[in-house]
């Protein structure tokens, strides 16, 4: 009985282990690689893959690359797209294997054939079934989400190597260009990378109300005339790299540029039904789209459309250079969507590329790469809203990170022409002309020298010299503390001399941060400076450039101004900050003006200068601003979808630091940009003020109560 148990035992296993055995034998081949035009070397994107003799295959991705798992080889692997010969290419029998495929273009173009069935092309057809449902498929549907995105941003010179007219060779500028380190872009012309940035972050967004935060856990910045600050870390991040194609438009270089998924997608667009493919086991329509009108500010391109859920799987859209942006050869976005655990879809991977235009015939033109990569995807778990202020935080260790560690996040290994970038750009910097143009950008741009090991720096530059007929030449020497100094005082000021009227002015801000978060402040300011009638700070905000403009040339009706300031302002949360403030001013025209004090004045002495003290308190309420901050340096990349408001009440009082007037003054401003798609959009600013007095503000600058004025 014992042995018939154990033959029992032994059949039972080879019966039912056998097939177990088997499986667990059965060899996994991987192949992948990536798919090219053999003229350009550029990525052909939705090329069909499959083993020649079987059903197993797959579609390359936008950039052209593929990956494919099979049981099963083949002798050969079959390479096919639209417009390019099939290309066949032998198989080795290894369970891992590259093969790039390089397709040449067919040689000959038949006459295009449109057979339509009822109706028109069926690419509307399922145009309107795919926008009818956007509801069940677009992520804004979520309260909220969050994900892991790592980016990568590169910029490159490229076009200076180009002969110029009767054949002659390239510019000064373009030799100079051409001795530097370079690469070989897509086209197989030289390019030089000037600027390379990897940022990894935790990015969240809540949908009611629309809230946005992105932590930056590492970044690492590479390029001429930067280096690794926080403010280029804030902006190479997602929070700039959101593109939504189920929205209406896409708001892209300050335009808002129609999806062809979007409420207008058959107005805008013509659909043409291209072909049928297999993207991640799941079989796609493939549909064309182009602008009905080549002028319009619309994309031209592919998207892919699963026939199981007529929902958006994967996106090619163009814009070129008819559409007419601003310095914008071409704008190319390629994204990738995937199905979450809630059955929504999702962006996972976005690659934009801006070909710019050249300033100038013959000029060397830039060329700029944005890659987007979302992991670990998690749905409807919302934070608090105090959570989502500020919009974008740094990490403390932000900046330490090592090669294994940027190995680990990367979605792909990086091409062999990438890390060749990012060699070749560490020695491009290094360059003793482009170290000297790098810094003479960083000074354009941020406006301060800094002084080495004193923890100042100098500028404005913009306002060190003017020239007018009041000052004559006015030169102007100013400073201001760095982190180095204190992270809790930030002092600044300047001096100012003018050689005509010889006369010195100044000014001195100290100021003390109570608190990082929410941003608090406290200071002071006293400063003697001429001004013009109706050119104050009040008057033009701080647009730093019309302020540094308005100091040349014909200076009309100017005045001396002593200012004495003592302010506190904090952050409310939820877009709103309060400033409340004590103010003297002082009034000393260089121009003839007078004035007659109340009748109930005992002193009725007709006087030509004047003085204020004012009570202000102002309320700012910005919803849709994004704020930068780093160390002590605080930045507004501006607002978007929502009007920025500013409520200033001043109460002017009399008798008290020497004020000669009583007034009350509310004002409100509103500041917006209107998106209107292929519209020109205006930004618009609307002031409305109330003053018991307004007719006497326009000409005398300063409310006067009832006194009577005499010019």
């Not at 099939?86 to 198989?91: A, D, K, Q, R, W």
């Not at 930004?683 to 409305?688: F, R, T």
Request: hydrophobic share 35%.
């Amino acid at each position: 009985m014992t042995q018939l148990l154990r033959t029992l035992v032994v059949f039972s296993l080879l019966l039912f282990g056998w097939p177990l055995w088997a499986t667990a034998q059965q060899t996994v081949y991987t192949i992948n690689g990536r798919v090219t035009d053999k003229a350009t070397g550029e990525g052909i994107p939705f090329a069909s893959i499959a083993l020649k003799g079987k059903t197993s295959g797959t579609t390359s991705d936008a950039d052209g690359r593929y990956s494919l798992k099979i049981t099963q080889l083949s002798d050969s692997l079959l390479v096919l797209s639209l417009g390019y010969r099939t290309g066949s290419y032998p198989l080795l029998k290894q369970a891992s294997q590259t093969i790039d495929a390089q397709l040449t273009s067919a040689a000959t173009r038949l006459q295009e054939v449109k057979v339509y069935a009822k109706g028109g092309d069926p690419a509307y057809r399922v145009m309107r079934e795919v926008v009818g449902r956007r509801d069940q498929f677009n992520p804004a549907q979520l309260q909220a989400y969050q994900y892991d995105s790592y980016t990568k941003i590169e910029a490159y010179i490229n076009n200076f190597a180009q002969k110029r007219k009767n054949n002659k060779g390239p510019g000064p500028l373009g030799r100079l260009l051409g001795k530097l380190p370079a690469i070989i872009d897509e086209n197989g012309k030289p390019a030089v990378p000037v600027f390379i940035s990897e940022t990894f972050s935790n990015f969240y967004a809540r949908i009611n109300p629309e809230k946005t935060k992105e932590y930056v856990l590492k970044s690492h910045v590479t390029g001429v005339g930067v280096t690794d600050g926080g403010l280029i870390a804030q902006l190479t991040g997602a929070s700039f790299q959101q593109y939504n194609f189920y929205r209406n438009a896409l708001y892209i270089l300050q335009k808002d540029i129609p999806s062809p998924l979007g409420s207008q997608w058959e107005t805008v667009y013509t659909f043409r039904l291209k072909d049928t493919v297999a993207l991640n086991n799941a079989i796609c329509y493939a549909i064309e789209f182009t602008p009905k009108r080549a002028s319009d500010l619309a994309f031209t391109g592919t998207v892919l459309i699963d026939t199981l859920h007529m929902a958006l799987a994967q996106i090619d859209a163009r814009v070129d250079k008819r559409a007419n942006i601003n310095f914008v050869d071409e704008l190319h976005i390629e994204q990738d969507w995937e199905t979450t655990a809630s059955g929504l879809r999702f962006p996972t991977q976005t690659q934009v590329t801006i070909d710019t235009d050249e300033p100038a015939p013959r000029a060397p033109g830039a060329l700029i790469r944005f890659f987007t990569f979302a992991s670990n995807i998690i749905e409807n778990k919302p934070k608090e809203l105090t959570f989502y202020d500020p919009s974008i935080e740094l990490a403390d260790d932000y900046k330490e990170t090592d090669t294994a560690f940027w190995q680990s996040v990367r979605p792909n290994s990086l091409s062999p022409d990438e890390l060749r970038a990012m060699r070749v750009v560490d020695s491009v910097r290094n360059v003793p002309f482009v170290k000297v143009a790098g810094e003479i950008i960083k000074l354009g741009v941020i406006g301060y020298k800094p002084l080495g090991k004193w923890n100042v720096e100098l500028g404005p530059i913009l306002n060190s010299y003017a020239s007018n007929n009041v000052e004559g030449h006015r030169f102007r020497l100013g400073l201001r503390t760095t982190t180095g100094f204190s992270k809790k005082w930030l002092l600044s000021g300047y001096v100012a001399y003018g050689t005509q009227d010889e006369q010195i002015k100044y000014s001195a801000n100290i100021e003390y941060i109570l608190s990082r978060k929410p941003w608090t402040v406290i200071g002071v300011k006293r400063s003697y400076d001429l001004e013009r009638v109706g050119v104050s700070a009040d008057n033009i905000g701080n647009n730093s450039l019309f302020a540094a403009y308005s100091r040349f040339g014909n200076i009309r009706r100017p005045y001396f101004q002593e200012e004495n300031l003592v302010y506190f302002r904090r952050e409310m949360g939820r877009g709103f900050t309060q400033t409340l403030a004590l103010r003297t001013r002082s009034f000393e025209p260089l121009f003839p003006f007078a004035f007659q004090p109340q009748q109930h004045d005992d002193d009725q002495t007709i006087r030509s200068t004047y003085q204020t003290t004012e009570l202000i308190s102002e309320t700012r309420f910005a919803p849709d601003e994004v704020i930068l901050q780093n160390d002590n340096v605080r930045v507004s990349t501006g607002a978007v979808r929502k009007p920025i408001f500013t409520l200033r009440y001043t109460l002017g009082v009399r008798n008290v630091l020497d004020g000669d007037f009583t007034y009350h003054r509310i004002a409100l401003g509103m500041k917006h940009s209107f998106r209107m798609g292929c519209w020109v959009e205006p930004i618009i600013h609307l002031g409305w003020a109330l003053s018991p007095l307004r007719f006497l503000i326009h000409y005398s600058i300063h409310p006067l109560a009832t006194s009577r004025r005499f010019t």
